[in-house]
Each structure stands twice: as C-alpha cells, then as structure tokens.
C-alpha cells in the first residue's frame, strides 16, 4: 500500500519509525518536548475507529464480531491480524487511508501556523511504502531480543511478542529506508541525549528550520 504526500516548500517533514519496543515512543516525547510537533499515527489509528465513527462501522464489516456494544475490541481483533498477514492486510487497507488523512491535515494545521519541522510518529512507516515522502526518515533500532524482553515486562508471552515483531517490517528493511538510526537498546536518557543531538544538529530546537 503506498500513499502520497503534498509538497510543501519550507517544511522538514520527518518520519520517525521503529520496530515495536525499541525505543521510539520515547524518542517521540523528547522531540515534543523540544518543542516540535509530533503527529502520532497510532492515535489518529484510535481515532478513525473512535465509536460511531465510519471507520468503526469499516472494521465491523471486514470482521464480524470485534466490536461489541458499539466499542472495537481491540484484543479481540488483535488476535485475528498479528498471527495472519492475509487478515492484518485487510485490516489496514481499511485503516491506513483514514489514518494517511487524519495525518495530513494535522500537518496542514501545523503548516497553517507557521511550523517549519513536523514529526510523523508512524510504526508502520516502511511497511506502508511511505519512506519517501519524510526527510530524514529516523530509525530507532534496538536487537530483537532485548525488544522481546522488553515487551515480556509489558504483560506480553514470548510468543505473542514475537508475534508483533514478525507483524512489522524486518529491521534489514526498516535500516535501509533510514536516513538516521538512533541506538534504542540503552536507557531512555542515553536515547533522549541522542534526540537532543539530532536536533540540534538541525538548528530546529525550538521545532523550526
């Protein structure tokens, strides 16, 4: 699945991706604090399928029986996609273009009032063919391994982080559509530092150009 993106002069438009539990939620919240604007895909994913939303009603009608009493049952439905690629497709064919949508006009909004770097949060950033539209595209990268030990504190068996691993693109991919890898396997000061480091290699610490 691939999307477009509009052209706008001016903007550094980042794509921040990395694999589940590496690190780039925390990477995230430290550009935010910097002061540049974060448009977070996964919540604007929450909001699309909100209750009594249209894409609800999509999802009910991809797969009957995940949304009950008017609310998606996320583990209910999370069990049906991580273990099928076939299922997880459908699901995000549904998905991701109200989510690419929502996207675009927070960016218009931002853009609206006078931002020069916004930062796309997108988990699945490589997998939805979207790379080249964001410059730099940012990687956070932490082994598998430690990912998985990560994700066993979380309440998550090893099978089913394994699972969600298997469910995004392998890192070999997820690197070579990087523009900036940042080392997520230490602690979440050490990745912090980086962030600082990155931008102010931009000159961009207050989130401009």
Sequence with gaps: MTTTWPVRPG?????????????????????AELGIPV???????????????????????????????GVLDREALGALVFGDPQARERLNAVVHPLVHQAAMA??????????????????????TGQAGHFSPVIVVDAPAELRVARLGER????????????????????????DVVLDGSGD??????????????????????
């Excluded at 020069?116 to 490589?126: A, M």
């Design 11 to 31: 903007l550094r438009r980042v794509g921040l991706t990395g694999g589940i539990a590496a690190g780039k939620s925390v990477a995230a919240a430290r550009f």
């Design 39 to 69: 448009i977070d895909h996964d919540r604007l994913a929450r909001a699309v399928v909100a209750p009594g939303s249209p894409g609800l009603d999509a999802v009910e009608r991809e797969f009957p029986g995940v949304v009950v009493a």
């Design 106 to 127: 927070a960016e218009a909004e931002q853009v609206d009032a006078g931002v020069h770097v916004v930062v796309h949060d997108i988990p699945l950033l490589v997998e």
């Design 155 to 178: 309440g998550l068996t090893a099978q089913q982080a394994w699972d969600r691993l298997a469910a995004q693109a392998d890192d070999e991919a997820r690197l070579e559509a990087a």
């Design 188 to 209: 979440a000061a050490d990745l912090r530092a980086r962030v600082d480091a990155l931008v102010g290699s931009w000159g961009a610490a207050q989130g401009h150009a």
